[in-house]
């Protein structure tokens, strides 16, 4: 990534840019304007500043009947407050036989998350699973060996890194360039608690982000990694699962939040869904919204982690992104109803580009049981209407993942 890129990129991912407030966080958090997202609490932000989560949840005001008469296909959004428990330690022991096996397949247990998400008290192991780190079908020993396995193949990574350190730093060009964003971003971030104690490494995760990016330089290095790195820190103990959990997530969702492999088709289907789903606010975006699609790429950098209230619901979200369903690249399906929440406001405020942003913005203190439910609906909407989808557009959401 050249110097020009990093530095437009860091205009819109870096947390200091335009800071005009800062929360005083009790906990691990961001310090984005504008964006809450604590795990456990934080000072209150001001009214003004937040698209309230209950009413931004709500589509209120114009009402286009000609358009559902004529496609079906845009609906006004009325998120249910509906509340299921999720899978706890009880029931998902209950997966297992006496040798550790599942035997619920893929399908039931994918489909349980989807719909109810996962208890904190299983969420570490669980997407052992998801990620692929285990094998499906593997036992409690060949877990245990699995595990083993990790540990010695990260740590040979990493002895391998403490060798051709030296040559990237006097050889690579942009290496030492990518350890100074690496190491400035980890200074933002807050590692105590609200007892004062430091409940995250910095050098540890700079560790792993630096191996991270020698091992996968196509990716590159973006700022939206230390934000994603500490949630794998948060939810496993040691040093290679963090490690592994990240690389197989960023696998197992193809690297959709990856600015130089995923995001840039995010958002090209994104612009053919609206066009397909709502052509009346395509129309607006494409004569007031001059390049508002494009300017949307953090909500997929962070994998939309800056719109939720806790962390708890970031991991709910990519939980259902590990599953596959209801469909593949279900994060666009998410980007669009997120959109459609403002969308009556954009159209009746004849909003243009930098109002438009300023509004997705302020999209924050979200839920993501609701925000699940609501794309899903999204996405049966789309079904409806198979026959009728472009097929590239169809393929993007239906088609195999490789």
Same mark, same amino acid.
């Given at each position: 990534?050249?110097?020009?890129?990093?530095?437009?990129?860091?205009?819109?991912?870096?947390?200091?840019?335009?800071?005009?407030?800062?929360?005083?966080?009790?906990?691990?958090?961001?310090?984005?304007?504008?964006?809450?997202?604590?795990?456990?609490?934080?000072?209150?932000?001001?009214?003004?500043?937040?698209w309230?989560?209950?009413?931004?949840?709500?589509?209120?005001?114009?009402?286009?009947p000609?358009?559902?008469?004529?496609?079906?296909?845009?609906?006004?959004?009325?998120?249910?407050?509906?509340?299921?428990?999720?899978?706890?330690?009880? /029931?998902? *022991?209950? +997966?297992?036989?006496?040798?550790?096996? $599942?035997? @619920?397949?893929?399908d039931?247990?994918?489909? !349980? #998350?989807?719909?109810?998400?996962?208890?904190?008290?299983?969420?570490?192991?669980a997407?052992?699973?998801?990620?692929?780190?285990?094998?499906?079908?593997?036992?409690?020993?060949?877990r245990?060996?699995?595990?083993?396995?990790?540990?010695?193949?990260?740590?040979?990574?990493?002895?391998?890194?403490?060798?051709?350190?030296?040559?990237?730093?006097?050889?690579?060009?942009?290496?030492?360039?990518?350890?100074?964003?690496?190491?400035?971003?980890?200074?933002?971030?807050?590692?105590?608690?609200?007892?004062?104690?430091?409940?995250?490494?910095?050098?540890?995760?700079?560790?792993?982000?630096?191996?991270?990016?020698v091992?996968?330089?196509?990716?590159?290095?973006?700022?939206?990694?230390?934000?994603?790195?500490?949630?794998?820190?948060?939810?496993?103990?040691? /040093?290679? *699962?963090? +490690?592994?959990?990240?690389?197989?997530? $960023?696998? @197992?969702?193809?690297?959709?939040?990856?600015? !130089? #492999?995923?995001?840039?088709?995010?958002?090209?289907m994104?612009?053919?869904?609206?066009?397909?789903?709502?052509?009346?606010?395509?129309?607006?975006?494409?004569?007031?919204?001059?390049?508002?699609?494009?300017?949307?790429?953090?909500?997929?950098?962070?994998?939309?982690?800056?719109?939720?209230?806790?962390?708890y619901d970031?991991?709910?979200l990519?939980?259902?992104?590990?599953?596959?369903?209801?469909?593949?690249?279900?994060?666009?399906?998410?980007?669009?109803?997120?959109?459609?929440?403002?969308?009556?406001?954009?159209?009746?405020?004849?909003?243009?580009?930098?109002?438009?942003?300023?509004?997705?913005?302020?999209?924050?203190?979200?839920d993501?049981?609701?925000?699940?439910?609501?794309?899903?609906?999204?996405?049966?909407?789309?079904?409806?209407?198979?026959?009728?989808?472009?097929?590239?557009?169809?393929?993007?959401?239906?088609?195999?993942?490789?």
């Amino acid at each position: 990534m050249t110097t020009g890129k990093l530095t437009r990129l860091a205009q819109y991912l870096d947390p200091t840019v335009g800071a005009q407030s800062r929360c005083t966080l009790t906990w691990l958090t961001w310090s984005q304007p504008g964006f809450s997202a604590a795990c456990f609490a934080c000072a209150p932000i001001p009214k003004a500043a937040i698209w309230n989560r209950k009413k931004g949840m709500q589509m209120q005001g114009i009402k286009r009947p000609e358009e559902e008469e004529a496609e079906g296909k845009h609906q006004p959004l009325a998120f249910q407050e509906t509340t299921k428990l999720p899978i706890d330690q009880s /029931e998902w *022991e209950g +997966y297992f036989d006496e040798s550790g096996h $599942l035997v @619920k397949s893929w399908d039931f247990i994918s489909s !349980n #998350i989807l719909d109810r998400g996962l208890d904190p008290s299983v969420r570490s192991e669980a997407w052992k699973f998801l990620t692929g780190y285990y094998p499906w079908s593997s036992s409690r020993d060949e877990r245990l060996a699995v595990e083993g396995m990790r540990r010695k193949s990260y740590e040979s990574l990493a002895k391998m890194y403490d060798k051709i350190q030296p040559l990237l730093e006097t050889q690579f060009r942009g290496f030492s360039q990518v350890c100074s964003f690496i190491n400035s971003d980890l200074q933002r971030l807050y590692t105590r608690d609200a007892q004062g104690q430091t409940r995250v490494d910095k050098k540890q995760m700079e560790k792993i982000l630096l191996l991270s990016y020698v091992c996968n330089m196509e990716a590159e290095y973006q700022q939206g990694f230390r934000e994603m790195l500490l949630l794998f820190h948060l939810l496993a103990e040691q /040093e290679h *699962e963090i +490690y592994w959990l990240f690389q197989f997530f $960023l696998q @197992k969702t193809e690297h959709s939040c990856v600015m !130089n #492999i995923g995001v840039g088709k995010n958002l090209v289907m994104l612009k053919a869904l609206i066009t397909f789903m709502d052509p009346t606010f395509a129309k607006h975006l494409e004569g007031k919204g001059t390049q508002v699609i494009q300017s949307l790429f953090p909500w997929f950098c962070f994998s939309f982690q800056r719109v939720f209230k806790s962390f708890y619901d970031v991991w709910r979200l990519w939980e259902v992104f590990l599953t596959g369903k209801p469909c593949r690249n279900f994060q666009v399906i998410v980007a669009y109803t997120l959109l459609q929440t403002v969308r009556d406001q954009i159209l009746r405020e004849n909003m243009a580009g930098d109002d438009i942003l300023m509004l997705c913005g302020n999209l924050i203190d979200l839920d993501a049981d609701q925000l699940i439910s609501e794309a899903c609906s999204t996405y049966n909407r789309l079904l409806k209407h198979a026959a009728k989808v472009p097929t590239a557009l169809m393929e993007f959401f239906t088609q195999a993942r490789k």
